[in-house]
T-cell receptor
Framework: ETGVTQTPRHLVMGMTNKKSLKCEQH?????MYWYKQSAKKPLELMFV???????ENNSVPSRFSPECPNSSHLFLHLHTLQPEDSALYLC??????????????FGPGTRLTVL | GENVEQHPSTLSVQEGDSAVIKCTYS??????FPWYKQELGKRPQLIID?????GEKKDQRIAVTLNKTAKHFSLHITETQPEDSAVYFC?????????FGAGTTVTVRA
C-alpha cells in the first residue's frame, strides 16, 4: 500500500539525540495527524494539521516538535526524549479534519526505542 | 473529553464461531464510530464504520450495532477464520477528534 508512508520504520535513539520522523500521504487529503501507540493503551492523538496549519496540540511535551511544510508531508522532530517515549508513532490523514465522519487512513508507523 | 471503554481486552474463539466486541462512550455528541483492525506489525485499517443516524450496518461477515441511548456500540464477526486474528480498536468521533478504545486481541483457534 502506498496511501500513507512513514520513514523510518524503526528507530533507536539515545536520550540526547535529535531525530525526525517523516510521513507522506498520496491521497490528496487536507488533514494529517500524529498518534502515539503504546502497548495495551488507546491510541493517543498528538497533533492535527489542516492545510499546513496546526489545529491541535494535545498537551504534548515540547520535546516533540511537529512540522507540516505542505499538505502531503508531516514531520515529527524529536529531541531529548525519555525512555517512556518508546512507542509506535502513527501518522494518519483524512480528507477534511472538520468533517468528523471522514475516514482516517493510517501509515505503517515508526517503532521508536529510546535508550 | 470523550472516553471510550472497550471489552474484552482479549478474546479467543474457535474457528467458525462468532466474536463480539463491545465499546461504550461517554459523550452523547459523538457521531461517528469506526472500527479498525491491526494485524501484528501492520497499520490499523478501517474495517467498518457507523454513523449516529444508523442503528446497524453489515458488510459480509462483519456487522456493527449502535445504541445511542445507552451510548454503546458493538462489533460482530461471524464464521471467524484464522485471518481474523488481530487487534481490533473501536473509536468515537467528536468534531475531528477520534478517541480510541484500548483494543481487543482476537485469536481464532483452528
Amino acid at each position: 500500500e502506498t496511501g500513507v508512508t512513514q520513514t523510518p520504520r524503526h528507530l533507536v535513539m539515545g536520550m540526547t539525540n535529535k531525530k525526525s520522523l517523516k510521513c507522506e500521504q498520496h491521497l490528496g487529503h487536507n488533514a494529517m495527524y500524529w498518534y502515539k501507540q503504546s502497548a495495551k493503551k488507546p491510541l493517543e492523538l498528538m497533533f492535527v494539521y489542516s492545510l499546513e496549519e496546526r489545529v491541535e496540540n494535545n498537551s504534548v511535551p515540547s520535546r516533540f516538535s511537529p512540522e507540516c511544510p505542505n499538505s502531503s508531508h508531516l514531520f515529527l522532530h524529536l529531541h531529548t526524549l525519555q525512555p517512556e517515549d518508546s512507542a509506535l508513532y502513527l501518522c494518519a490523514s483524512s480528507q477534511d479534519y472538520r468533517e468528523s465522519t471522514d475516514t482516517q487512513y493510517f501509515g505503517p508507523g515508526t517503532r521508536l526505542t529510546v535508550l | 473529553g470523550e472516553n471510550v471503554e472497550q471489552h474484552p481486552s482479549t478474546l479467543s474463539v474457535q474457528e467458525g464461531d462468532s466474536a463480539v466486541i463491545k465499546c461504550t462512550y461517554s459523550d452523547s455528541a459523538s457521531n461517528y464510530f469506526p472500527w479498525y483492525k491491526q494485524e501484528l506489525g501492520k497499520r490499523p485499517q478501517l474495517i467498518i464504520d457507523i454513523r449516529s443516524n444508523v442503528g446497524e450496518k453489515k458488510d459480509q461477515r462483519i456487522a456493527v450495532t449502535l445504541n445511542k441511548t445507552a451510548k454503546h456500540f458493538s462489533l460482530h464477526i461471524t464464521e471467524t477464520q484464522p485471518e481474523d486474528s488481530a487487534v481490533y480498536f473501536c473509536a468515537a468521533s467528536i468534531d475531528y477528534k477520534l478517541s480510541f478504545g484500548a483494543g481487543t486481541t482476537v485469536t481464532v483457534r483452528a
